[in-house]
């Protein structure tokens, strides 16, 4: 009988059994290829790389490249996979696709302590603890049956991303601070006006923005509360400054006037290092979103820390349904992990699989375990897992969710650069205590350890 069961053999669930494994105890993996595949899926290999063979960015003044590091030091699994058969990218850390995966299945496979089970789960497992790892296209039974677990209303199919800005890359000499009609008497968005040549000009560049195309298993079905703004304009020229860019109650202080548009920014983070388009959800490629983006006055040299994306999804709103520890708080031992608990990206979703697997490890052996510190990417992650949001969307790490650094004013490379040498630090010292706390070994861990050692890659 295994010790814990993990449901999905994706980036996140082979990394959180392996992570489990390799720390001596026994892992029961239900994966439903090849029995079933998703609509996205081609292969039966393990830890498919569905739409992509590129883990991002590489360079530590990157947010995924930091996270990248950070797992490298954490002992992933799927970065040391990744390094050994990595293909030329530029400045992006890629992979051969069906080289990556085959080793992936090829050292879950081999593990004594991981037993692979073939088979379409269609509700949570009665085993304690469980991790649910099954990706973006959740469905059926399982999807319906967390549903349940969760209230509908917390369980999204469908994923509307507006893009977020670098505060200081905002031109204030044309934006300006204020909340509509000043309520509350605090400036609570960062507004950007258009007057009627613009708006016409920006509307126009939206109908003939190039758009990227539905993949095929996308039935595109959009909501009303969250249309692409492209979709939004082509219902009507003056549809938008009526919806999402209307200027009512927000005076210019340039013009002492209304302007014909606004478009609103809302503050991401604590500290006010980026702000949210509102309303921005699109499906326009990313070049074509910064230029058309950077035709709004206010955002002509605009930096964006994430562009804007609208795809189908299954995640859940996990500041609601998530506890501390990443668990349902309705169904105590019932873990998420990857894409489903509200991460975006292949690198994220490992990485929160990974920790997971931590966790869990340390608990089954009686250890007291905490994430990684709030100044670490990979503790922003999870932070963003936690923090309370009215508006809960799933996203891709970004500097935005650790703490500034304290001190003299610093231009934003070397404010990157500052905070992944702190990150790298307090990461530093927070592997130290696992480490301590792994030679705290009872016996099963010892000689599961033993048997890791005859594995290669163990």
Same mark, same amino acid.
């Given at each position: 009988?295994?010790?814990?069961?993990?449901?999905?053999? !994706? #980036?996140?669930?082979?990394?959180?059994?392996?992570?489990?494994?390799?720390?001596?105890? $026994?892992?029961?993996?239900?994966?439903?290829?090849?029995?079933?595949?998703?609509?996205?899926?081609?292969?039966?290999?393990?830890?498919?790389?569905?739409?992509?063979?590129?883990?991002?960015?590489?360079?530590?003044?990157?947010?995924?490249? #930091?996270?990248?590091?950070?797992?490298?030091?954490?002992?992933?699994?799927?970065?040391?996979?990744?390094? @050994?058969?990595?293909?030329?990218?530029?400045?992006?850390?890629?992979?051969?696709?069906?080289?990556?995966?085959?080793?992936?299945?090829?050292?879950?496979?081999?593990?004594?302590?991981?037993?692979?089970?073939?088979?379409?789960?269609?509700?949570?497992?009665?085993?304690?603890?469980?991790?649910?790892?099954? !990706?973006?296209?959740?469905?059926?039974? @399982? %999807?319906?049956?967390?549903?349940?677990?969760?209230?509908?209303?917390?369980?999204?199919?469908?994923?509307?991303? %507006?893009?977020?800005?670098?505060?200081?890359?905002?031109?204030?000499?044309?934006?300006?601070?204020?909340?509509?009609?000043?309520?509350?008497?605090?400036?609570?968005?960062?507004?950007?006006?258009?007057?009627?040549?613009?708006?016409?000009?920006?509307?126009?560049?939206?109908?003939?923005?190039?758009?990227?195309?539905?993949?095929?298993?996308?039935?595109?079905?959009?909501?009303?509360?969250?249309?692409?703004?492209?979709?939004?304009?082509?219902?009507?020229?003056?549809?938008?400054?009526?919806?999402?860019?209307?200027?009512?109650?927000?005076?210019?202080?340039?013009? !002492?006037?209304?302007?014909?548009?606004?478009?609103?920014?809302?503050?991401?983070?604590?500290?006010?290092? %980026?702000?949210?388009?509102?309303?921005?959800?699109?499906?326009?490629?990313?070049?074509?979103?910064?230029?058309?983006?950077?035709?709004?006055?206010?955002?002509?040299?605009?930096?964006?820390?994430?562009? !804007?994306?609208?795809?189908?999804?299954?995640?859940?709103?996990?500041?609601?349904?998530?506890?501390?520890?990443?668990?349902?708080? $309705?169904?105590?031992?019932?873990?998420?992990?990857?894409?489903?608990? *509200?991460?975006? *990206?292949?690198?994220? $979703?490992?990485?929160?699989?990974? @920790?997971?697997?931590?966790?869990?490890?340390?608990?089954?052996?009686?250890?007291?375990?905490?994430?990684?510190?709030?100044?670490?990417?990979?503790?922003?992650?999870?932070?963003?897992?936690?923090?309370?949001?009215?508006?809960?969307?799933?996203?891709?790490?970004?500097?935005?969710?650790?703490?500034?650094?304290?001190?003299?004013?610093?231009?934003?490379?070397?404010?990157?650069?500052?905070?992944?040498?702190? %990150?790298?630090?307090?990461?530093?010292?927070?592997?130290?205590?696992?480490?301590?706390?792994?030679?705290?070994?009872? *016996?099963?861990?010892?000689?599961?350890?033993?048997?890791?050692?005859?594995?290669?890659?163990?």
């Amino acid at each position: 009988m295994a010790d814990l069961v993990v449901i999905g053999a !994706g #980036l996140a669930g082979t990394e959180c059994a392996w992570q489990l494994a390799k720390r001596g105890v $026994s892992v029961r993996l239900l994966e439903q290829k090849p029995r079933s595949r998703t609509p996205a899926q081609h292969s039966d290999q393990m830890a498919e790389l569905v739409c992509s063979n590129s883990f991002r960015g590489a360079a530590l003044h990157n947010a995924v490249g #930091l996270l990248k590091e950070e797992m490298r030091r954490a002992g992933s699994l799927v970065m040391e996979v990744g390094a @050994l058969h990595q293909v030329p990218a530029g400045g992006a850390f890629a992979v051969d696709r069906e080289k990556f995966s085959a080793e992936i299945t090829r050292r879950v496979e081999a593990h004594p302590l991981i037993e692979v089970v073939h088979e379409v789960v269609d509700r949570i497992p009665e085993e304690r603890p469980v991790v649910i790892a099954t !990706g973006p296209l959740t469905a059926g039974g @399982l %999807a319906g049956d967390i549903a349940s677990a969760v209230g509908a209303e917390h369980l999204a199919y469908y994923d509307a991303i %507006a893009p977020i800005v670098s505060a200081d890359s905002i031109n204030f000499d044309r934006a300006f601070r204020a909340s509509r009609y000043d309520k509350g008497g605090d400036a609570a968005y960062v507004n950007c006006p258009l007057n009627q040549e613009e708006y016409d000009a920006f509307v126009q560049a939206l109908l003939d923005a190039e758009k990227v195309t539905a993949r095929e298993f996308e039935n595109v079905r959009y909501f009303e509360g969250c249309l692409p703004i492209e979709v939004m304009a082509a219902r009507g020229h003056k549809t938008l400054s009526f919806g999402c860019m209307k200027p009512v109650g927000l005076t210019d202080p340039r013009t !002492g006037r209304w302007p014909k548009a606004v478009v609103q920014l809302r503050q991401e983070d604590e500290a006010g290092t %980026a702000f949210n388009m509102v309303g921005f959800q699109t499906r326009m490629t990313w070049p074509e979103q910064k230029r058309v983006f950077r035709m709004i006055p206010g955002l002509e040299n605009a930096e964006f820390d994430r562009l !804007g994306s609208i795809h189908r999804n299954t995640f859940v709103n996990s500041p609601v349904v998530l506890d501390d520890d990443l668990a349902l708080r $309705s169904r105590p031992g019932v873990y998420l992990a990857g894409q489903i608990s *509200g991460v975006e *990206g292949y690198v994220e $979703s490992a990485a929160c699989g990974m @920790l997971i697997g931590m966790k869990l490890a340390h608990e089954a052996r009686g250890l007291a375990f905490s994430f990684p510190p709030a100044t670490t990417i990979l503790g922003g992650m999870v932070g963003h897992l936690r923090e309370p949001n009215d508006d809960f969307q799933p996203s891709n790490v970004m500097f935005s969710m650790v703490p500034p650094v304290e001190g003299r004013r610093l231009n934003k490379r070397a404010r990157r650069d500052a905070q992944s040498a702190r %990150a790298l630090q307090d990461l530093g010292a927070w592997l130290s205590g696992v480490v301590e706390s792994n030679d705290e070994r009872i *016996g099963p861990a010892r000689t599961a350890d033993r048997r890791l050692r005859a594995i290669p890659g163990g």
